[in-house]
């Protein structure tokens, strides 16, 4: 049974950071390219980040390209989302999504597996 579950949220003040770690069981980490998503209240579930199934390419969505760092660890079969400057538009469930094929254009539908989701509230 495949298995992603997210960890590292919490409620930082304005221009802080936090570390979004995702946990996967259940399937072979580098076979699947990783995407951290993320869902504000009253709003669709967002891209954010991805990265290839060995860490060569990344691709962000503009609002976060220089703040947030996408990673991988295979070995320890983990996903990262470094997440620095925060803003208060940041404020969402994040979520982690795994799916087979790596592109820089993900919508939320073609994922093949997802995460409980970690909530991140960013105050002003």
């Known amino acids: 049974q495949v298995q992603l579950v997210e960890s590292g949220g919490g409620l930082v003040q304005a221009g802080g950071s936090l570390r979004l770690s995702c946990a996967a069981s259940?399937?072979?980490?580098?076979?699947?390219?990783m995407g951290w998503f993320r869902q504000a209240p009253g709003k669709e579930r967002e891209f954010v980040a991805t990265?290839?199934?060995?860490?060569?390419?990344?691709y962000y969505v503009y609002s976060v390209k220089g703040r947030f760092t996408i990673s991988r660890d295979n070995a320890k079969n983990t996903v990262y989302l470094q997440m620095n400057s925060l803003k208060p538009e940041d404020t969402a469930v994040y979520y982690c999504a795994a799916k087979v094929k790596y592109s820089t254009r993900w919508r939320a539908n073609e994922s093949d597996y997802w995460g409980q989701g970690t909530q991140v509230t960013v105050s002003s």
């Open positions: 259940g399937l072979t980490l580098s076979s699947y390219a």
């Open positions: 990265i290839s199934w060995g860490g060569g390419s990344t």
